[in-house]
């Protein structure tokens, strides 16, 4: 039988982590829906160059395959943008919604992250949760992980990054970066990543008798 755990949320809240451990503690498949746009996003840099041509980001949005979530080039600041560009055009989303919805739909459950998943790709999920912290937070957070991985960047301009990347999500007219209206709210600003992950458990486990 399937069982669906969406949760949603803007870039660096936590929501990876936060999937990861969900997906783990429940024997869940789990998928990290950002990636199809990532891969989007990268191979459209690579190919048709940084001015992303609509219809040519359309044509290869329906492409993307399970192998491309496995490239190690997916999570760098210049793809997240581009990710967050490709994200803004419908054709692709359009495109994008089958995979996801075909993972959703494995036996044995599945916990599926990123923007819409709660709104969009799973309004029907068993349990919905919106893992989100506040944008200085949230850039803090990057800019260390940028730094850990030696990315040469400052914390302003993560910071402005992640404003700008918000405001692309949250804004489109297509399936924006919003909570369901039925979904657990947890703000991780003022929270270690080990509560985060216990209150997600246990919004989980009032559902999943
Ligand atoms: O979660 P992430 O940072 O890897 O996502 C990269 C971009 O992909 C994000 O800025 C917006 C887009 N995205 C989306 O529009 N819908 C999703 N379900 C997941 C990601």
């Known amino acids: 039988m399937s069982f669906v755990v969406a949760i949603d949320g803007p870039a660096a809240a936590g929501k990876g982590t936060v999937s990861k451990a969900v997906a783990a503690h429940f024997g869940f498949a789990h998928l990290d829906t950002g990636l199809l746009y990532r891969v989007v996003g990268r191979v459209a840099l690579e190919k048709v160059g940084p001015a992303l041509d609509e219809a040519a980001v359309i044509a290869l949005s329906t492409k993307v395959s399970e192998a491309d979530l496995a490239r190690d080039d997916l999570r760098t600041a210049a793809v997240a943008q581009a990710a967050s560009k490709v994200a803004v055009i419908p054709e692709v989303r359009t495109a994008l919604v089958e995979f ?31 893992v989100t912290a506040s944008a200085e937070v949230r850039a803090q957070r990057r800019y260390q992980e940028l730094a850990d991985r030696g990315e040469n960047t400052d914390f302003e301009t993560v910071l402005e990054d992640v404003k700008a990347r918000d405001a692309r999500d949250s804004d489109r007219t297509v399936a924006p970066l919003s909570a369901a209206s039925d979904a657990i709210r947890i703000d991780t600003s003022e929270m270690s990543i080990k509560d985060a992950i216990a209150a997600a458990i246990a919004a989980v486990d009032s559902k999943h008798g």
């Open 100 to 130: 996801q919805r075909k993972f959703a739909a494995r036996a044995g459950g599945a916990v599926l992250d990123g923007r819409d998943i709660g709104t969009v790709i799973c309004p029907n999920a068993d349990v919905k949760l919106f």
